[in-house]
């Protein structure tokens, strides 16, 4: 999916995916674009995705709004 939009301002990745690695999934993109914002989902409060640039509750929407207002404008221009 980041092949076919790569002008995006961050990129969301749930930390629990069910069929894969969510570390791998980070890893593929900052290959693609080594300056890719990426920022971890997790239901768990506590939890910390070291693959990502910032980790919120992925039931705080207010939150993912907060990190995105934060990390500023896009990464590829």
């Given amino acids: 999916m980041y092949k076919r939009f790569p002008n995006v301002d961050a990129v969301c990745i749930e930390a629990e995916l069910p069929d894969m690695k969510s570390s791998a999934v980070a890893d593929n993109i900052r290959k693609l674009n080594p300056k890719a914002?990426?920022?971890?989902?997790?239901?768990r409060l506590a939890a910390l995705c070291k693959w990502?640039?910032?980790?919120?509750?992925?039931?705080?929407?207010?939150?993912?709004?907060?990190?995105?207002?934060?990390?500023?404008?896009r990464t590829d221009i």
């Avoid at 914002?37 to 239901?43: F, K, M, W, Y």
């Avoid at 980790?55 to 934060?70: F, K």
């Fill in 37 to 43: 914002r990426i920022v971890g989902l997790s239901p």
């Fill in 52 to 73: 990502a640039d910032k980790t919120i509750d992925s039931h705080d929407p207010n939150a993912l709004l907060e990190v995105l207002q934060e990390m500023g404008g």
